[in-house]
Protein backbone atom coordinates (compact mmCIF):
# COMPACT_ATOMS: atom_id res chain seq x y z
CA UNK A 1 0.00 0.00 0.00
CA UNK A 2 1.15 3.49 -0.65
CA UNK A 3 1.89 6.00 1.71
CA UNK A 4 -0.43 8.52 -0.11
CA UNK A 5 -3.42 6.20 0.05
CA UNK A 6 -3.35 5.49 3.44
CA UNK A 7 -3.14 9.21 4.38
CA UNK A 8 -5.98 9.21 2.40
CA UNK A 9 -8.44 6.52 4.34
CA UNK A 10 -7.23 8.20 7.60
CA UNK A 11 -9.84 10.56 7.67
CA UNK A 12 -12.72 7.84 6.92
CA UNK A 13 -10.61 5.72 9.45
CA UNK A 14 -11.01 7.99 12.24
CA UNK A 15 -14.68 8.87 11.05
CA UNK A 16 -15.51 5.44 10.90
CA UNK A 17 -13.78 4.86 14.73
CA UNK A 18 -15.74 7.57 15.94
CA UNK A 19 -18.74 5.96 14.87
CA UNK A 20 -17.83 2.70 16.53
CA UNK A 21 -17.31 4.46 19.99
CA UNK A 22 -21.12 6.24 19.77
CA UNK A 23 -22.36 2.98 18.54
CA UNK A 24 -20.72 1.10 21.29
CA UNK A 25 -21.87 4.24 24.19
CA UNK A 26 -25.25 4.11 23.05
CA UNK A 27 -25.75 0.05 23.09
CA UNK A 28 -24.11 0.65 26.52
CA UNK A 29 -26.78 2.33 27.74
CA UNK A 30 -29.36 0.52 26.25
CA UNK A 31 -28.47 -2.30 28.10
CA UNK A 32 -27.29 -0.31 31.04
CA UNK A 33 -31.29 0.48 31.87
CA UNK A 34 -32.48 -2.20 34.20
CA UNK A 35 -36.06 -2.08 35.30
CA UNK A 36 -36.96 -1.53 39.20
CA UNK A 37 -40.44 -2.80 40.13
CA UNK A 38 -40.21 -0.51 43.40
CA UNK A 39 -39.51 2.55 41.58
CA UNK A 40 -42.72 1.93 39.27
CA UNK A 41 -45.24 1.99 41.76
CA UNK A 42 -44.43 5.55 42.06
CA UNK A 43 -44.98 5.63 38.00
CA UNK A 44 -47.70 3.65 37.70
CA UNK A 45 -50.43 5.96 37.91
CA UNK A 46 -51.55 6.63 33.48
CA UNK A 47 -51.58 2.60 33.94
CA UNK A 48 -53.31 1.66 36.58
CA UNK A 49 -56.54 3.43 35.62
CA UNK A 50 -57.41 0.95 32.80
CA UNK A 51 -55.18 -2.14 33.13
CA UNK A 52 -56.11 -2.33 37.06
CA UNK A 53 -59.64 -2.85 36.40
CA UNK A 54 -60.26 -6.48 35.77
CA UNK A 55 -62.51 -6.45 32.71
CA UNK A 56 -62.10 -2.56 32.22
CA UNK A 57 -63.64 -1.27 28.68
CA UNK A 58 -62.02 1.65 27.68
CA UNK A 59 -64.45 4.36 25.46
CA UNK A 60 -61.84 6.29 23.74
CA UNK A 61 -61.50 6.41 20.70
CA UNK A 62 -64.14 3.55 20.88
CA UNK A 63 -65.13 0.67 22.94
CA UNK A 64 -61.97 -1.40 23.89
CA UNK A 65 -61.26 -4.12 25.96
CA UNK A 66 -57.87 -2.96 27.85
CA UNK A 67 -55.45 -6.23 28.50
CA UNK A 68 -54.51 -7.30 31.36
CA UNK A 69 -50.89 -6.14 32.15
CA UNK A 70 -50.05 -7.81 35.04
CA UNK A 71 -47.64 -10.44 35.19
CA UNK A 72 -46.94 -10.38 31.31
CA UNK A 73 -43.40 -11.41 30.28
CA UNK A 74 -41.53 -7.90 30.94
CA UNK A 75 -39.97 -7.76 27.08
CA UNK A 76 -43.16 -8.20 25.72
CA UNK A 77 -44.19 -5.20 28.23
CA UNK A 78 -41.16 -3.16 26.83
CA UNK A 79 -41.43 -3.78 23.51
CA UNK A 80 -45.26 -3.13 23.36
CA UNK A 81 -44.44 0.36 24.94
CA UNK A 82 -41.59 1.16 22.75
CA UNK A 83 -43.78 0.30 19.48
CA UNK A 84 -46.64 2.50 21.05
CA UNK A 85 -44.07 5.53 21.17
CA UNK A 86 -42.77 5.10 17.53
CA UNK A 87 -46.09 4.76 16.29
CA UNK A 88 -45.61 1.48 15.54
CA UNK A 89 -48.68 0.65 17.27
CA UNK A 90 -51.71 3.24 17.58
CA UNK A 91 -53.83 3.82 20.31
CA UNK A 92 -54.02 7.51 21.19
CA UNK A 93 -53.97 6.20 24.87
CA UNK A 94 -51.00 4.51 24.76
CA UNK A 95 -49.43 6.26 21.67
CA UNK A 96 -49.44 9.84 24.56
CA UNK A 97 -48.49 7.66 27.54
CA UNK A 98 -45.79 5.61 25.94
CA UNK A 99 -43.79 9.10 24.21
CA UNK A 100 -44.21 10.40 27.65
CA UNK A 101 -42.27 7.92 29.58
CA UNK A 102 -38.66 7.85 29.43
CA UNK A 103 -36.37 3.94 28.89
CA UNK A 104 -36.02 4.21 32.50
CA UNK A 105 -39.49 4.24 33.22
CA UNK A 106 -40.31 1.73 30.62
CA UNK A 107 -38.08 -0.94 32.26
CA UNK A 108 -39.79 -0.01 35.62
CA UNK A 109 -43.15 -0.65 34.41
CA UNK A 110 -42.29 -3.63 32.62
CA UNK A 111 -40.49 -4.53 35.82
CA UNK A 112 -43.25 -3.88 38.19
CA UNK A 113 -46.09 -5.42 36.20
CA UNK A 114 -43.98 -8.84 34.96
CA UNK A 115 -43.84 -9.13 38.76
CA UNK A 116 -47.28 -9.38 39.86
CA UNK A 117 -49.75 -11.89 39.09
Do not use: W
Amino acid sequence: MKLSITKRAMPALAALAACAVVGSAAAQSQSAVTGNAEAAREKNSMCIGCHGIPGYKASFPEVYSVPKIAGQNAKYIEAALKEYASGARSHPSMVGIAKSLSEQDIADLAAYYSSLK
